[in-house]
């Protein structure tokens, strides 16, 4: 029953604030205008940015609320949380002027939020041996660089996937609702409570940004989510990890992670940075055989979903 009252709490929050922020953006000019000279830009009229504020305020209120973390923990997910925030809030007001933010300051920013979250508990410790069950624990060093890796990875692949309407929202929403049924297998309420919440702010958001999107989340919501799918699986799946569980939470945000491991791969070897905005993603590629916006974004939950099924029957076949 709280599951179910926090994905209500946590979808009603953001329902509710959407309207009058996006209000707020029109006033202030805080929106992203189209461009005919980008392939990313396909939408036709001005859209408000604001959306990421009314899931960074859902998440918080309603974690407040169900989650019972010790306080260091609690302080670095939220407080790690406000600094993604602030700085893709930054970020779009940047891109709203027709200005790119610099890449270091947002890299720093978010590697300080993921070294917060390690500091405070929450870590990729080590796994299981597969063959005599003994458990590894990983040198410091390495549970630390796979830990700040892993969160500044995912807050990354999800913004990067947010570049058609509902695309991010609702794949945000696949994974956690996938990386959900984990930690209840497992038997993690934390990391459960979590994952539930954010689905909630994500389909909250999804009522508005389905096409065609009324609102944005932006940079700020976007690395926001991924943020926090991060630290979910953290916190959740990669928990007593044995070596094929692995594979679990990597799967369960396989078309962001799959995608944009190649995109970041084609790029390095083109010698463009990484942060570089293209239309190199799969749903620029889809669009450009002749697929139609929904077409592409139904296709990708599919595919998601299906990765999301793969890795709850990995989960159960263990």
């Known amino acids: ?37 980008s392939a990313r830009k396909i939408h036709r009229d001005p859209i408000p940015l604001t959306a990421g504020i009314a899931i960074f305020i859902g998440f918080v209120a309603v974690y407040l609320i169900f989650v019972r973390d010790t306080w260091a923990q609690s302080g670095a997910i939220l407080g790690g949380g406000l600094l993604i925030l602030l700085i893709g809030i930054v970020d779009d007001w940047y891109k709203t002027h027709g200005k790119e933010f610099p890449a270091l300051p947002k890299f720093l920013v978010q590697i300080s939020a993921a070294v917060l979250v390690y500091a405070s508990g929450i870590v990729f410790a080590g796994f299981e041996n597969p063959l005599n069950g003994t458990y590894i624990v990983l040198p410091v060093w390495l549970s630390f660089l796979f830990t700040v890796m892993w969160i500044f990875g995912v807050t990354t692949v999800i913004n990067f996937t947010d570049g058609m309407d509902g695309l991010a929202g609702g794949l945000s929403a696949i994974s956690g609702g996938t990386l959900l049924v984990v930690a209840l297998v497992m038997g993690q309420q934390g990391s459960a409570m979590m994952a539930v919440i954010t689905v909630g702010v994500s389909v909250g958001y999804l009522l508005f940004n389905r ?20 630290v979910v699986a953290l916190d959740g799946a990669f928990k007593q990890a044995t070596m094929l569980s692995l594979f679990i939470p990597i799967l369960a945000l396989g078309v962001p992670i799959l995608d944009n491991l190649r995109v970041v791969i084609a790029r390095m070897m083109k010698g463009v940075p990484v942060y570089q905005a293209d239309a190199s993603q799969v ?3 889809l669009l450009a055989t002749g697929m139609k916006p929904v077409q592409v974004v139904s296709f990708l939950y599919l595919v998601n979903i299906c990765f999301g099924l793969f890795s709850i029957v990995l989960l159960l076949a263990q």
């Open 1 to 37: 029953m709280n599951y179910l009252i926090a994905f209500m709490l946590s979808f009603g929050i953001v329902v509710a604030l959407i309207p009058p922020l996006k209000r707020a953006a029109l006033r202030i000019g805080f929106v992203d205008k189209p461009r005919k000279d």
């Open 211 to 230: 096409p065609p999107a009324k609102v944005f989340m932006g940079d700020a919501g976007a690395t926001f989510l991924g943020f926090i799918l991060g």
């Open 283 to 285: 749903h620029y590629r």
